[in-house]
């Protein structure tokens, strides 16, 4: 699998995953996928659910809109988060809005301040711009 973001040992981030890379995924010894795509996103893989199931994934779906971040969305991935085992491989279409959720979730479970998740960002390449991150920047603030 080429570019997948290793937020943490619990939480990876990338794009679309493919039926073949979802089985890769379980093979690698992930648990869990959080796909937060809207069903509807050109690309999307409609039966995704049926699919990470087949191989033994957890699955867990919270569309995510990409150009504006929502605080309720965002709480609801954390809460889905907390009935999942890890590590957890999240997705979105090309892996922006996914590696914010994984470094929200790795953020918030370790307490770690702005500055923190701030250098986190930048050390994995995360853009710190990306609406998700932002808005939980600024609730850090």
């Known amino acids: ?5 290793k937020v943490s040992d619990e939480f990876s981030a990338g794009g679309q995953p493919t039926p073949e890379t979802l089985k890769q995924l379980a093979d690698e010894g992930y648990k869990s996928v959080v796909n937060l795509r809207s069903l509807d996103e050109t690309g999307a893989l409609v039966d995704e659910q049926q699919q990470a199931k087949a191989v033994g994934l957890e699955y867990v779906n ?3 809109k990409t150009n504006s971040a929502n605080d309720n969305l965002t709480a609801t991935v954390l809460s889905e988060l907390q009935g999942l085992p890890t590590p957890v491989y999240f997705h979105c279409g090309a892996g922006g809005r996914a590696s914010a959720l ?19 960002a930048k050390e994995l390449d995360i853009n710190p711009d990306q609406p998700y991150l932002q808005k939980f920047l600024e609730n850090l603030s």
């Open 1 to 5: 699998m080429s570019n997948v973001k």
């Open 102 to 120: 994984a470094l929200i979730a790795f953020a918030t479970q370790q307490k770690l301040n702005r500055e923190q998740v701030l250098a986190r």
């Open 62 to 64: 919270v569309p995510l």
